[in-house]
Nanobody, 120 residues
Framework: QVQLVDSGGGLVQAGGSLRLSCAAS????????SGWYRQAPGKQRELVAH???????NYADSVKGRFTISRDNAKNAVYLQMNSLKPEHTAVYYC??????????????WGQGTQVTVSS
């Protein structure tokens, strides 16, 4: 069974940095696409950053130049480095991975989320 554990959130002042981690129960990130999403109070969950199995990345416009997604296949982990944080970045951040089975069906798994709070 796939398990993702998100960590690294916390309280930080505006302009500060945090590094989120997503640890997997097995070697599931290599060969699969993964990403980070966030959900602020009263808002829908939205994509923050995405990394393909081939290593290509893309970002929400609001975080380009500030956030960096990366993956370490040897450690079965995906990271989100967040710099120059703003209060509007406050949200619960979730990692996910999309795994395709032999029939072509995709299954998406989520971490439990980690709270990021940016104070002004």
């Amino acid at each position: 069974q796939v398990q993702l554990v998100d960590s690294g959130g916390g309280l930080v002042q505006a302009g500060g940095s945090l590094r989120l981690s997503c640890a997997a129960s097995g070697s599931i990130f290599s060969g699969n696409d993964s990403g980070w999403y966030r959900q602020a109070p009263g808002k829908q969950r939205e994509l923050v950053a995405h990394i393909t199995s081939g290593g290509r990345t893309n970002y929400a416009d609001s975080v380009k130049g500030r956030f960096t997604i990366s993956r370490d296949n040897a450690k079965n982990a995906v990271y989100l480095q967040m710099n120059s944080l703003k209060p509007e970045h406050t949200a619960v951040y979730y990692c996910n991975v999309a795994i395709q089975d032999y029939s072509g069906t995709y299954y998406v798994y989520w971490g439990q989320g980690t709270q990021v709070t940016v104070s002004s």
